[in-house]
């Protein structure tokens, strides 16, 4: 019934104003060639300028929007993991906007830290528990943050006291076998925490903590004994119902992760585990030049084209193209980032909302955030726009 009163209430406002109605059309017309026209450097300032206009509502923290609801409360978890992509795209863009509003993030976040250690699942407005999942993306924003030179000797002290609170506090709860089930998502052990994980590891040897890297071996550890031979993940989805064919966003969360952790910690083996998921989503893609929103064991799509899941998953392949050496993944990353392109609302954005942004799924009605643009999918864009710019600069490069 809520998913029916969402699509009847989206519906209606769309239908009820010309703007809504030309981006209803829109998509069935397609994209107008602005889009194929747009640099990945063009794209990569729309989509900046699309977060900065989000922390505006989120009184520091990010937000999203949909066509239902409008702009939702802040979520401390993407707001975390938002602020590495804030100071990339500072630098990159020469947008020092971006470095204000990363520090203003950060500020926010240390307000947000409970006592145990850890922050709130989902939006503030839903008044969630603390989730070990949630916690551990916080700590990517600021750990960036301890880097960066903008920030004072009081704040780094102020972060680091954070990020050491809460990584103690993520291993706490571990299980014996790896998993995290207390302060997991609804209670459940899933795969895609080698994302929680490859925080661990990556803090656990500035911080000379071999609890925090042991930590991450054993999630990883435990999270492989549930990749099928195929490459595909069992205990991969971020609900119950749909657990038999996982969301390609937590897929990749889980493909990530563990090459991160496999970097970190030296395990060659769990790299090759990593690369067997991407290249089978690679030939599908190669084939069919379509990705779907979900994934059974046999790799047998089903669902809208998530726009989050493909920009996570072309950033996983140029981090293997990187490692390879051989460019073997070059043509699938480039036509997935060209693809992304169109989808992003331009300067003909039909709703001024959406300029800039992502909808979670294309078309915008796909069961994935829909009629909405989460803050999460637009930093993965992005991300990929920003490094597939830094690639045509290196081409071009005489």
């Known amino acids: 019934m809520k998913s029916l009163s969402l699509y009847s209430r989206s519906f209606a406002s769309l239908l009820g104003s010309p703007r809504g109605r030309r981006l209803l059309l829109a998509q069935w017309t397609g994209t107008p060639k602005e889009s194929d026209k747009r640099t990945f450097r063009q794209a990569s300032n729309l989509a900046l300028d699309w977060l900065l206009r989000s922390q505006k509502t989120g009184n520091g923290g990010m937000t999203s929007w949909s066509v239902s609801t409008a702009w939702t409360s802040a979520y401390p978890e993407t707001t975390g993991y938002i ?42 407005d839903q008044n969630k528990d603390t989730v070990v999942f949630n916690t551990a993306q916080v700590l990517r924003g600021l750990g960036a943050l301890i880097d960066r030179t903008e920030s004072t000797a009081e704040e780094r002290e102020k972060y680091i006291n954070a990020l050491v609170k809460a990584s103690d506090w993520l291993v706490s709860l571990q299980e014996p076998n790896g998993s995290w089930i207390r302060h997991a998502h609804l209670g459940q052990a899933r795969v895609y925490d080698t994302y929680v994980a490859a925080v661990l590891a990556k803090q656990s040897s500035r911080y000379q903590r071999p609890d925090w890297a042991e930590a991450a071996r054993k999630q990883c550890l435990w999270a492989l004994g549930h990749q099928a031979q195929n490459g595909w993940w069992q205990n991969a989805d971020n609900s119950i119902k749909h657990n038999a064919r996982p969301i390609l ?21 769990w790299l090759e585990a990593a690369r067997k998921s991407a290249d089978a989503l690679k030939e599908i893609y190669g084939e069919r030049q379509v990705l779907q929103g ?17 920009a996570q998953l072309a950033l996983i392949w140029m981090k293997l193209d990187r490692l390879s050496g051989r460019a073997e993944y070059r043509e699938v990353i480039n036509s997935l980032g060209a693809k992304l392109k169109r989808i992003q609302h331009g300067s003909y954005a039909h709703l001024p909302e959406t300029r800039g942004g992502l909808f979670g799924s294309d078309p915008i009605w796909g069961r994935y955030e829909p009629f909405s643009i989460p803050n999460w999918g637009v930093k993965y864009a992005l991300d990929l726009f920003l490094a597939l710019d830094a690639q045509t600069a290196e081409n071009d490069r005489p």
């Not at 470095?99 to 145990?116: C, D, N, V």
């Not at 064991?297 to 493909?310: D, K, M, N, P």
């Open 83 to 124: 602020i590495p992509s804030l100071l990339r795209a500072a630098d990159q863009l020469e947008r020092p906007e971006a470095i204000s509003a990363a520090m203003k993030a950060g500020r926010w976040l240390l307000e947000q830290q409970k006592p145990e250690g850890g922050w709130v699942g989902g939006y503030l």
């Open 249 to 269: 966003h937590t897929l990749a969360y889980t493909v990530d992760g563990l090459i991160d952790c496999a970097l970190e910690l030296g395990e060659p083996n």
């Open 294 to 310: 979900r994934y059974d064991e046999h790799w047998r799509g089903s669902g809208a084209f998530l726009c989050t899941g493909a």
